[in-house]
């Protein structure tokens, strides 16, 4: 998606350890209206799919993820983090694991609001080694929904998450794939559609 590109060239950081900075738009201020362009850009790649419900995960899924289900009209869930996981009765639960930052989180969702009668669109900002992603479709598949597909905004294509999400047959539509950062500048992956 050219609009996400060249906003990521403008105002994304390259920092060291293969990680990009984007918290003029998306991960601290938060850009409403290039949000609400990825989430047009997402129903219109899901349209035939009868969503009834976005699933994403805290803390930076939930800005695209809110837009679009604005436009589907269908509620926003999103998979709280907590440390511990002692009190998990009435919850799905899965354990997330961020290289990002060492930690590993047990990720929630109430079981009232998951149901095997959904389809489930995952949203998320950046997908990495996967792991978050991963926990979110472990917490679908406990709760019997149907997952339609992933919509992330930013895939490090690099990275391990496309291929694990892919290899279970799990459609995943990034709008920005980022193939490297060499010489400290975003590459993008060169699609046809491009
Ligand atoms: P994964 O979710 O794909 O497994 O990736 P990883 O464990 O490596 O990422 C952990 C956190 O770091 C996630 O955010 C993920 O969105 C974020 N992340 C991964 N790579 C990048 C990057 O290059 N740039 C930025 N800005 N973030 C990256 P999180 O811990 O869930 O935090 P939150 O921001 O959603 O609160
Ligand atoms: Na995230
Ligand atoms: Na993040």
Known sequence: MKLLEDRIREDGLVLPGNVLKVNQFLNHQIDPELMYALAEEFVKLYKDEKITKILTIEASGIA?????????????????????????????????????????????????????????????????????????IEICHEAHADIVGVGIAIEKSFQEGAELIRNQGVRLESLARISSFADNKVHFVEDADN
């Not at 009209?73 to 009435?90: C, D, H, I, Y």
């Open 64 to 136: 695209p993820a809110i837009m679009t289900g604005l436009l589907l009209r269908v509620p926003v869930l999103f998979a709280r983090k907590q440390k511990s996981s002692t009190m998990n009765e009435g919850l799905y639960t899965a354990e997330v694991y961020s290289y990002t930052k060492k930690v590993k989180n047990t990720v929630s969702v109430d079981e009232k609001f998951l149901k095997k009668e959904d389809r489930v669109l995952i949203i998320d900002d950046f997908l990495a080694n996967g792991q978050a992603v991963q926990g979110l």
